[in-house]
């Protein structure tokens, strides 16, 4: 696989080498994305004053994953050639280019297994059905048996073990690596449907205002822009040539790239409404009446604490105060109050139609009339 003409590393530059440096650029911006998504994810959490979750640990580690994966194929573009073709490598290129062809592989099967974790984690957390939960966990070891599966392919496919990184040593024996590819292809396009497909129903009925409801159908659309591009890849990986796999490989690992890539965001986006709703106020809805967003108010102020004040007539006053806490969700889709203390006599609630003042008239005793003025302060502390 190397010659008289091979070119030797000290030589090496990226001008001569287009290709690779397509993969390199490609590979660094798409980490950089992936950062700024995952750091805004971080963000919106803490502007939200919540803890983070099992499902944002695991989103760093996915990250991490993308990194392995990505700086792996940018050693390959700069030590070991990775864009041009095998006979013009040395051998110590071409051991490079195993090298981090195999950390590669297994960066990016542990990155994009732990976004499919995450977010179905984050199903768990927003939904909270004990049906679809246990769909949930059952759909969690399944792509933890993906994930398993992958390593055991990746690990087990030349033996002995140091036959991955020098596979015409004589004496070893390898399999067939495209076989590999489309069993563990195959495996993460059906799982990724399924985990895209498991949430429609419940997303679709959820009562939110229209503009909000199409927008968290868009985040899933750039899931299966996802599936998409898993599938070209998958299409790629078999125009491979493993004589020249430096040169032909290039494509399948800039479509690898993009893939955990657009994973991250599709599960960072919908935990970044607080930013949004920060920045873009007038474009955001109340959370608890469907109307516009609060334009002067902070969004996590907003988000966390509404008083509000019903006036009655000014005879006599009656103050009360209500505590109502309401779990966390990622959709944010509140809709209505529920009493919790329906023991109370005072029959305030049925005047709690609006923010505006109602009065609430009593008797009438020597041609005068009664009434009360009702002061309710209610709290909504989202936990």
């Given at each position: 696989m190397?010659?008289p003409?091979a070119?030797?590393?000290?030589?090496?530059?990226?001008?001569?080498n287009p290709?690779?440096t397509?993969?390199?650029v490609?590979c660094i911006?798409?980490m950089?994305?992936?950062?700024?998504?995952?750091?805004m994810?971080?963000?919106?959490?803490?502007y939200?004053g919540t803890?983070?979750?099992?499902?944002?640990?695991?989103?760093i580690?996915?990250?991490?994953g993308?990194?392995?994966?990505g700086?792996?194929?940018c050693?390959?573009?700069?030590?070991?050639?990775?864009g041009?073709?095998?006979?013009?490598?040395s051998p110590?290129?071409?051991?490079?280019?195993?090298?981090t062809?195999f950390?590669?592989?297994?960066?990016w099967?542990?990155?994009?297994?732990?976004?499919k974790?995450?977010?179905?984690?984050?199903?768990?957390?927003?939904?909270?059905?004990?049906?679809?939960?246990?769909?949930?966990?059952?759909?969690?070891?399944?792509?933890?048996?993906?994930?398993?599966?992958?390593?055991?392919?990746?690990?087990?496919?030349?033996?002995?073990?140091?036959?991955?990184?020098?596979?015409g040593?004589?004496g070893v024996?390898?399999?067939?690596?495209?076989?590999?590819?489309?069993?563990?292809?195959?495996?993460?396009i059906?799982?990724?449907?399924?985990i895209?497909?498991?949430?429609?129903?419940?997303v679709?009925n959820?009562?939110?205002?229209?503009?909000?409801?199409?927008?968290v159908?868009?985040?899933?659309?750039?899931?299966?822009?996802?599936?998409?591009i898993?599938?070209?890849?998958?299409?790629?990986?078999?125009q491979?040539?493993?004589?020249?796999?430096?040169?032909?490989?290039?494509?399948?690992?800039?479509l690898?790239?993009?893939?955990?890539?657009?994973?991250?965001?599709?599960?960072?986006?919908?935990?970044?409404?607080?930013?949004?709703?920060?920045?873009?106020p007038?474009?955001?809805?109340?959370?608890?009446y469907?109307?516009?967003?609060?334009?002067?108010?902070?969004?996590?102020?907003?988000?966390?604490?509404?008083?509000?004040?019903?006036?009655?007539?000014?005879k006599?006053?009656?103050?009360?105060?209500?505590r109502?806490?309401?779990?966390?969700?990622?959709?944010d889709?509140?809709?209505?109050?529920?009493?919790?203390?329906?023991?109370?006599?005072?029959?305030?609630?049925?005047?709690f139609?609006?923010?505006?003042?109602?009065?609430?008239?009593l008797?009438?005793?020597?041609?005068k009339?009664?009434?009360?003025?009702?002061?309710?302060d209610?709290?909504v502390?989202?936990?």
């Amino acid at each position: 696989m190397s010659g008289p003409e091979a070119m030797p590393m000290a030589s090496l530059a990226l001008a001569d080498n287009p290709r690779g440096t397509g993969l390199l650029v490609v590979c660094i911006l798409l980490m950089i994305i992936a950062t700024l998504a995952v750091g805004m994810r971080l963000w919106a959490r803490k502007y939200k004053g919540t803890d983070f979750a099992a499902d944002d640990y695991v989103t760093i580690f996915a990250l991490i994953g993308l990194y392995g994966n990505g700086v792996a194929e940018c050693v390959a573009v700069v030590l070991g050639g990775r864009g041009l073709h095998a006979t013009t490598l040395s051998p110590a290129q071409l051991a490079i280019n195993y090298k981090t062809l195999f950390a590669a592989q297994l960066s990016w099967t542990l990155s994009t297994s732990a976004i499919k974790v995450a977010l179905l984690l984050l199903y768990a957390r927003v939904f909270p059905s004990k049906r679809f939960k246990i769909v949930v966990y059952i759909m969690i070891g399944v792509v933890t048996a993906y994930c398993l599966g992958c390593l055991i392919t990746f690990f087990a496919n030349c033996q002995p073990f140091e036959a991955n990184f020098a596979p015409g040593m004589p004496g070893v024996h390898c399999g067939n690596p495209q076989a590999g590819w489309l069993g563990t292809g195959l495996a993460n396009i059906l799982t990724d449907i399924a985990i895209l497909s498991l949430p429609m129903r419940n997303v679709w009925n959820l009562q939110l205002p229209k503009r909000t409801k199409w927008a968290v159908m868009g985040v899933f659309a750039i899931g299966f822009a996802t599936v998409i591009i898993s599938t070209i890849r998958l299409v790629s990986l078999f125009q491979i040539d493993v004589m020249d796999f430096t040169y032909t490989a290039v494509p399948a690992d800039i479509l690898s790239a993009f893939e955990p890539t657009l994973a991250i965001a599709c599960t960072c986006i919908p935990i970044m409404r607080p930013l949004f709703k920060r920045f873009f106020p007038t474009h955001s809805r109340s959370n608890l009446y469907g109307g516009r967003g609060m334009g002067g108010q902070s969004g996590a102020n907003h988000a966390q604490k509404s008083d509000i004040v019903m006036s009655g007539l000014k005879k006599n006053s009656v103050k009360q105060h209500k505590r109502i806490s309401i779990p966390a969700t990622s959709t944010d889709g509140f809709r209505r109050l529920e009493d919790e203390q329906q023991h109370k006599t005072t029959d305030w609630k049925t005047h709690f139609t609006s923010r505006s003042s109602t009065p609430v008239p009593l008797q009438v005793q020597d041609g005068k009339q009664q009434g009360i003025e009702i002061t309710t302060d209610i709290v909504v502390q989202r936990d």
